[in-house]
């Protein structure tokens, strides 16, 4: 247990250090907008009080629009969290048996389509495939809602998240990579001593000692791709134009509105950071060797 | 009850000669053969549309001929200004070659030049290289290319560039594995070589040993890489402006005309992304696993 | 006593991409093992015995290749309705007084996998064969025949604890047991192969247990499931003598109290000499010698040899090794010339031709000709050489 908490402070401390340099990074960058911001201070200690702001999560009003900041980008921000962890998962959930079933084959032929399957899937530009299933639904079956319920109209917004999970989770880069890891993982650790052991003393082929060893491969990869799908997020977003972070994030840059998409850029950092950390506790409760 | 896979016959009484396939290396002829079309495709699109020596004009607007489907006269049909869609694919390519390759040059030379670093000195230079590293790696790549665009309003090659310098983490953190790895094992053989080898020596041997996989197959990955950015980037309308085509916008001007039944338009572009994508892919995956080959049991 | 298992022809070849051939891995090898004895498999490294030991357990991976042979098993009665689907009629044979059924556990090989020599044709279909014989093999494997391997650190899973290792073993045979009652099992089964502090081995991790406590605790995870057969391949190895000696002893202590049957496979015959009743030696894929053990360590009285009548290999392998009179003697230690030749034999000569020292004048030419056939120089012990051939 104490083990835990030492790598949670750990993690913490260096997200924390993190965090500092994206911020300062973003404030030079905005100090660098030529004369847009008469009399914002500069120096170090306006730079302390931005980072009072953001970290305790007053976020202020936009200089640009005008607009109350935390208003708008805290919803947004729920539900492309959301967005993000369900096409996580839907990625998984399809990349994992895939790799899986290639692997115990071991490469053959009648696993190739499914193998090309998961190439097209990662290569096919992710606007395309999301406006393909957008008229393919809404022409030929009109059952599930196409947008999200706001104002007056409050109907169930939980069903308006299926097709953007579905199109990112399927259509983001990740697919094949996930494939192939789990492939090649796989291989090796069948073929390790331990596994063809635990086999003769009676494991069945399929279920064995096997999961310990592809899941740290499998979660390592899978939370360093969070950065991508939030990414990925912002065209989806905009094909479904759905109330998320992305379409957010888009409408500030045509809006040339800069505090909210730095705004947008330290929350997506804090997610990132958040996942890295968890990923660092998952790993040392699977992985007991100790460094 | 027999089966015959294989018979050859062979008068040499000694060996058992007889060649059976090898499974894994068909695999990556295919996958290999198949990048190298799209990449010499590409090529031969981009010499086209450098030197303008085009059959049809792609920017000629032909009121006249609008949505037509594809025919002969016209490879991939028009669009919704009469415009041949098959050369404006062609002319397509100049929006992400050389931004492509910037980004590419861009991504390699820093990634090798910062992990090499750090993989010889993984005390010191190490630490503040992946801190600053870790801060670039952690900002999503478009919101980051947004934040550039409100900043700086920027060609479509600054914006590459700053994909490029996106890309560098990943490639630093691999390089920098593998020259922890070869300074291990060349730190005994060199203690054993009387001194002799240089610094020199041992640079040139670990850098020519980690980079030889990195450069091509990297390469070919960031590639798609970029081609997907800078596609994504002209959908959403920031990227190549109209009437100059990319794949990006041609996909976007032609979604609309997805309900009047004329999805060609959006489709064949976004088939050519899907095309020229998968087979930049399937070559670095061939060549990584060309060159990773681990001889089974 | 009844017969437990019987191995005919066993053939297993590996196909060496690199060089376009096959390499002749195990070639005819057979044996038979009475329930509740010992057999023990001598040989070099090298020489095919663990890919025997792996071939009948169903075991070998590699491919492409071919396996071939016949090897039936007195399979109990539940396990053989669980199977039946996959085995075809006239796949058992009787035998014994009994006259109990052996299934045979590699059937169907032959529809599959299938060769012949000349005119060097090669049908093989090896991915079906695995399959099926996987779904034969799960019933048999860990219930009916369980192996352990060298090398005991790296047969044990490094990223969970000795104990769980134990008890999912445990649950996966006996799953209407709870879990505490798993517990004490598992407690229970460190106790009889001698670890007198259960509860702190079943907190540790592999990594940190000594190698003889490692081989027990894999000893254990073997046998928790109460096998008929237990295939112990190079258990000694890497071990310091008390060790050898207090693992041996403890497996014929086990084999006593569970009537077990134990396959001994290692290289040092006098350690297997210690416990064997019946004794096989390999060499270079095919087996030389093969007897009692009585007949094999020591040989018949008034036979043409010192030692009695045996393969020269063996008398090699037994005199390699000094009893405590020759130590005492200062005697210098007899070698064997020479090293394992690499497989690619051509079965026109006799494999031990090299390093054999009784190959002189007449008997040279037999032997440079063909590779002899097994011939039994007395009731139950047959041996593999022109020196008996009358």
């Known amino acids: ?291 | 009850m027999k089966r015959f896979y294989f018979e050859k016959e062979k008068p040499n009484i000694e060996y058992f000669h007889v060649p059976l396939s090898k499974r894994a290396s068909v695999r990556d002829v295919v996958s290999i053969g198949f990048g190298l079309f799209v990449v010499s495709y590409l090529f031969v699109f981009f010499g086209i549309s450098v030197t303008g020596t085009f059959i049809k004009d792609p920017m000629e607007v032909n009121i006249g001929a609008m949505f037509l489907s594809p025919s002969l006269e016209h490879l991939f049909g028009t669009d919704f200004l009469g415009r041949d869609i098959f050369s404006r694919i062609v002319k397509g390519t100049e929006a992400f070659f050389i931004p492509g390759l910037i980004s590419i040059s861009v991504s390699t030379t820093f990634g090798l030049l910062f992990g090499i670093i750090s993989g010889f000195y993984p005390k010191y230079f190490a630490k503040i290289i992946f801190f600053f590293l870790n801060i670039i790696d952690s900002i999503p790549r478009i919101i980051f290319i947004l934040i550039i665009i409100v900043l700086f309003n920027p060609s479509i090659y600054l914006i590459m560039t700053f994909v490029g310098i996106s890309s560098i983490p990943k490639i630093a953190s691999y390089i920098k594995s593998k020259v922890e790895v070869l300074k291990n094992q060349h730190s005994i053989e060199a203690a054993r070589a009387l001194g002799l080898s240089q610094w020199a020596i041992i640079f040139k041997h670990i850098i020519w040993l980690s980079t030889k996989p990195v450069l091509i197959i990297r390469a070919t990955l960031g590639m798609g890489e970029s081609i997907l950015i800078e596609t994504s980037l002209s959908y959403l309308g920031i990227g190549v402006q109209e009437p100059t085509p990319s794949w990006g916008n041609m996909v976007a001007m032609g979604k609309d005309f997805f309900f009047q039944g004329k999805i060609w338009l959006s489709t064949i572009p976004a088939g050519v992304i899907l095309f020229t994508i998968m087979g930049l892919y399937l070559l670095g995956d061939g060549l990584n696993s060309i060159y990773n080959e681990k001889v089974s049991r | ?390």
């Not at chain 1, 980072?51 to 976020?59: A, E, H, I, N, V």
């Not at chain 1, 607009?67 to 969290?81: E, K």
């Not at chain 1, 996930?178 to 003393?201: C, F, G, P, Q, W």
């Not at chain 3, 396990?79 to 006239?90: C, G, H």
Request: net charge positive.
């Open chain 3, 1 to 390: 006593m009844s017969r437990l298992a019987e191995l005919k022809d066993l053939k297993v070849y590996f196909y060496d991409q690199r060089d376009k051939r096959f390499i002749r891995a195990v070639e005819n090898v057979g044996f038979a093992i009475e329930e509740g004895s010992v057999l023990g498999v001598v040989g070099e490294s090298g020489c095919g015995k663990t890919v025997t030991a792996l071939a009948t357990m169903g075991l070998i991976e590699a491919e492409p290749g071919i396996i071939g042979g016949r090897f039936f098993f007195k399979a109990p009665q539940e396990d053989v309705k669980l199977i039946e689907d996959y085995l075809f009629r006239n796949t058992w044979m009787t035998t014994g007084e009994n006259s109990t059924r052996l299934y045979n556990l590699f059937c169907g090989l032959d529809q599959y996998v299938n060769f012949e020599e000349n005119p060097f044709t090669i049908i093989k279909d090896s991915e079906k064969w695995l399959r099926r014989s996987n779904r034969i093999m799960e019933h048999i494997r860990g219930k009916n025949i369980s192996m352990i391997f060298q090398n005991p650190g790296r047969s044990l899973n490094p990223f969970i604890t000795v104990g769980h290792q134990l008890e999912r073993t445990i649950g996966r045979f006996n799953p209407d047991r709870s879990s505490h009652e798993i517990h004490e099992m598992a407690a229970q089964w460190l106790r009889s192969v001698r670890l007198y502090r259960p509860e702190t081995v079943m907190s540790m991790y592999p990594r940190s247990l000594s190698v003889g406590m490692a081989q027990r605790v894999i000893i254990a995870i073997a046998l928790c499931s109460n096998p008929r057969l237990l295939i112990a391949d190079e258990p000694t190895i890497g071990l310091d003598t008390t060790n050898i000696y207090k693992i041996i002893e403890l497996l014929e202590t086990l084999r006593a109290e569970m009537n077990l049957t134990l396959v001994l496979i290692s290289h040092n015959i006098r350690i297997v000499s210690t416990i064997a009743n019946d004794i096989i030696v390999m060499y270079a894929g095919i087996v030389v010698e093969c007897g009692v053990r009585k007949d094999v360590i020591r040989g018949r009285f008034g036979a043409k040899h010192p030692y009695g009548a045996k393969h020269p290999y063996t008398e090699a392998l037994v005199s390699s090794i000094p009893s405590d009179s020759d130590i005492r003697k200062g005697k210098k230690l007899k070698e064997i010339p020479g090293s394992v030749r690499n497989n690619k034999r051509e079965m026109n000569c006799c494999p031990f031709l090299e390093r054999c020292s009784y190959a002189v004048g007449k008997i040279r030419k037999l032997c440079e000709s063909h590779c002899p056939e097994l011939v039994e120089v007395s009731p139950q012990h047959f041996v593999r050489c022109y020196l008996y051939y009358s």
């Open chain 1, 1 to 291: 247990m104490m083990r835990f908490v030492r790598i949670f402070f750990k993690e913490v401390f260096n997200m924390a250090l993190l965090i500092v340099g994206v911020t300062a990074l973003l404030y030079l960058l905005f100090n660098l907008m030529p004369g847009f911001f008469p009399g914002k201070g500069q120096g170090v200690i306006e730079y302390l009080r931005l980072l009072k702001k953001l970290f305790t999560f007053q976020f202020g009003t936009s200089i640009i629009s005008g607009r109350d900041i935390n208003s708008i980008v805290f919803p947004a921000f729920r539900n492309t969290l959301i967005l993000t962890i369900g096409s996580i998962f839907l990625s998984i959930l399809i990349s994992v048996p895939i790799g899986i079933f290639s692997a115990y084959r071991g490469f053959k032929t009648y696993s190739w389509p499914l193998v090309i399957f998961s190439y097209i899937m990662s290569s096919i530009p992710v606007f395309y495939f999301g406006y393909l299933v957008l008229y393919v639904i809404s022409r030929y079956t009109g059952f599930l809602p196409i947008y999200y319920p706001q104002g007056v109209e409050r109907g169930n917004p939980v069903v308006s998240y299926v097709l953007p999970i579905l199109v990112l989770g399927f259509g983001n880069e990740s697919i094949s990579e996930i494939v192939r890891l789990i492939a090649n993982e796989l291989e090796r650790v069948m073929h390790t001593d331990y596994v063809i052991a635990s086999k003769a003393m009676g494991e069945s082929v399929l279920w064995s000692s096997v999961n310990e060893g592809i899941m740290i491969p499998l979660v390592s990869i899978v939370f360093s791709k969070i950065p991508f799908i939030i990414g990925g997020a912002v065209i989806v977003e905009h094909v479904f134009n759905w109330p998320g972070m992305g379409r957010l994030a888009f409408q500030a840059t045509l809006d040339r509105d800069l505090p909210v998409l730095i705004v947008i850029a330290f929350l997506a950092v804090l997610c990132v950071r958040v996942g890295m950390i968890l990923k660092e506790i998952l790993l040392s409760y699977i992985n007991p060797i100790e460094k």
